[in-house]
């Protein structure tokens, strides 16, 4: 059963703004990670927070975890075009480790 | 990052027929590998894991008679959809890990539709 609930479900902002994404989920977790897929393609790893993490950086991407809240946010600056995407929180349970538990995705659209 | 391959990217069969897809890992040893099936706007599902050199573990509800996993070696794994149908069309997705499975490297995916 999917685990992780994301949060809108659709994005559509311009470039130059900034896009948000939450991920809510249920169990307890070794750690979360947020995949982007474009239409038609395989998925493609952006970040992975650990359970003892609560922010990590990279490039324009922000995530934060709230482990008390088992929820996690995505956060990408300075939106492109080429940010169009659907956005995946994946998340591993501790008590089935290495089994993905994704989420329904958030779709973004970015217009020039 | 590491680079996982699928082939074929896209399948068009005739209901009744098996189609086999290949996953893989190019760079890289995968000791497990994963398959997902993703249907149109929907997230992935996880359908079954499979580690080198042992049978496939299947998740709730997926016929593994109908779904046949084979992971001969640390770099390929194939899924052979059996007697395929219609409802069986969708896009497969695999995915690799190496050893501690903390991240897992996806394939492009292959679509499977099914006349």
């Known amino acids: 059963s999917q685990q992780g609930e994301e949060d809108p479900q659709a994005l559509s902002i311009q470039e130059g703004e900034n896009a948000t994404m939450n991920c809510s989920y249920k169990?307890?977790?070794?750690?979360l990670q947020w995949y982007r897929q474009n239409s038609g393609r395989g998925l493609v790893h952006l970040i992975l927070i650990r359970s003892n993490e609560r922010e990590k950086h990279s490039g324009r991407l922000r995530v934060t975890l709230d482990t008390s809240k088992k929820s996690s946010s995505l956060l990408i600056t300075a939106s492109r075009a080429a940010d169009t995407a659907s956005y995946f929180c994946?998340?591993?349970?501790?008590?089935?480790?290495?089994?993905?538990?994704f989420g329904a995705g958030t779709q973004v659209v970015v217009t020039p | 990052g590491a680079v996982v391959s699928q082939h074929p990217s896209w399948v068009i069969c005739k209901s009744g027929t098996s189609v086999k897809i290949e996953c893989r890992s190019l760079d890289f040893q995968a000791t497990t590998m994963f398959w997902y099936r993703q249907f149109p706007k929907q997230s992935l599902m996880l359908m079954a894991t499979s580690n080198e050199g042992s049978k496939a573990t299947y998740e709730q509800g997926v016929e593994k008679d109908k779904f046949l996993i084979n992971h001969a070696s640390l770099t390929l794994s194939t899924l052979t959809v059996t007697s395929a149908h219609p409802e069986d069309s969708s896009f497969y997705i695999c995915?690799?890990?190496?050893?501690?499975?903390?991240?897992?490297?996806f394939g492009p995916g292959t679509r499977l539709l099914v006349l």
């Open positions: 169990t307890s977790i070794n750690n």
């Open positions: 994946a998340t591993v349970p501790t008590d089935s480790w290495g089994k993905f538990q």
């Open positions: 995915s690799a890990a190496y050893l501690t499975q903390e991240t897992q490297y």
